[in-house]
């Protein structure tokens, strides 16, 4: 179980404040979906969307690189 959960509705990460989903929190889900990189990049597809909602003042692009963008 991790403390570096999303903090809704602001997305900022519970362990660290950083916004969501931070470094820390990007190594475990790497750890978490070791094998698997498609689901890792639906399961955060999910979350964007989720977070567009909420954070309804920044910019698409930003949102994308912060929840897609390191995944490359």
């Known amino acids: 179980m991790t403390t570096h959960g999303p ?3 602001i997305w900022s990460c519970g362990g660290c404040d ?6 820390t929190r990007q190594r475990e889900l790497r750890a978490e ?3 698997t990189p498609m689901s890792l990049a639906l399961y955060l597809g999910a979350q964007l ?3 567009s909602e909420d954070l309804a003042w920044v910019p698409a692009g930003v949102l994308h690189r912060r929840f897609l963008g390191w995944l490359r």
């Open 33 to 35: 979906f070791d094998g």
């Open 18 to 23: 950083a916004p969501w989903p931070c470094r």
């Open 7 to 9: 903090v809704l509705p």
């Open 49 to 51: 969307v989720r977070a």
